[in-house]
């Protein structure tokens, strides 16, 4: 079965600093992996999703991450951070198996310093 | 534009009493899920369907019960069995293909009082 660890709960940066958000998997098979961010009190965004192209994915928001088999990782980055970016931020994991089911990470919530 | 509609955003339910929670999609999606989120714990997997007239339980059905009769609805009851329903709940859908991600609705907040 596929899981999904997300290092940190929160995490605090300063506007205009390196966001990086953590990632680590576990699936027996090639797995897709998918970022979404959730401002509060409403559903999730799709950033980014990695489905076996690419290993650099570059999403919406000026956020990108890279897969890394070796290290069964799925790190988010943005190298600026901006006010707007403070949400709590999900990586999930699925495969193309069976019923193909999302399985998320705790989640990481992400705050911005002026 | 297409997309999931839950409603109603807010609700409130008295301790010992059914409640139904709508999630709609004009996505053409054959696969729907509902997730319940609390603070903390991501999201829990509750009951999902992937065609028409079936779905299967996920990882926390206990006291939640679901029906799927057309391909655009997925009704979520959460009976008087659930001990702790109070919780935010998510629909999603899914097309075909898992490299496609899930749709979220904008959620449910469910507060028993």
């Known amino acids: 079965a596929q899981s999904v660890t997300q290092l940190g709960s929160h995490v605090s940066v300063s506007e205009g600093a390196l966001v990086l958000l953590r990632c680590n998997y576990s699936?027996?098979?090639?797995?897709?992996l998918f970022w979404y961010v959730q401002y509060p009190n409403q559903g999730l965004q799709l950033l980014l999703k990695y489905t076996s192209a690419a290993t650099l994915v570059k999403g919406i928001n000026g956020f990108e991450a890279e897969f890394k088999k070796s290290e069964t990782s799925f790190h988010l980055t943005k190298p600026s951070a901006h006010m707007s970016d403070a949400a709590e931020y999900f990586c999930?994991?699925?495969?193309?198996?069976?019923?193909?089911?999302?399985?998320f990470g705790q989640g990481t919530r992400l705050t911005i310093n002026p | 534009d297409g997309g999931i509609t839950q409603s109603p955003k807010y609700l409130f339910r008295k301790e010992g009493q059914n409640v139904t929670l709508s999630c709609e999609q004009n996505l053409n999606h054959d696969a729907m899920y509902w997730y319940r989120q609390d603070p903390g714990q991501g999201l829990r997997l509750i009951y999902y369907s992937q065609i028409v007239n079936d779905f299967q339980k996920g990882d926390i059905a206990e006291g939640y019960s679901v029906s799927r009769e057309k391909k655009e609805s997925f009704p979520l009851t959460v009976t008087s069995a659930q001990k702790n329903p109070t919780a935010f709940y998510l629909c999603?859908?899914?097309?075909?293909?898992?490299?496609?991600?899930?749709?979220f609705g904008s959620g449910t907040r469910l507060t028993v009082v």
């Open positions: 699936s027996s098979v090639p797995p897709y």
């Open positions: 999603a859908s899914r097309a075909s293909l898992a490299n496609y991600g899930y749709t």
């Open positions: 999930a994991v699925s495969v193309n198996q069976g019923a193909q089911k999302l399985v």
